[in-house]
């Protein structure tokens, strides 16, 4: 495996665990080829334009979008919170963890 130079936050960006912390490309890495995404972006920003994530809000993710749409609407993560369905659950996964923080 590659040595990643992704700087990763101490904190999941929408629900705020500090658990099992993962780098979410805001543009996919299977897009990368993808002409459309090579005319609008650098191979640079592609690679480096991310958030980071728990695994549970990560999957999340993936299950509302197919990734050419993560790429191309969703590329910020301004983006992914206007979304309201992403944006509802980043909501409740955060009172979640809140909650279990409360009850450590």
Known sequence: MKNRQ???EDQCCLCGTRHLLTFH???P???HRNKWFRKHFTLADMKERGITLCRKCHSFIHRQHSEKTL???YNTLAALLADETISTYAAW???RVSDRDQLS
């Open 71 to 73: 790429g191309r609407h």
């Open 93 to 95: 996964a955060a009172r």
């Open 25 to 27: 490309h805001l543009i």
């Open 29 to 31: 890495r299977s897009c």
């Open 6 to 8: 992704h700087r990763i």
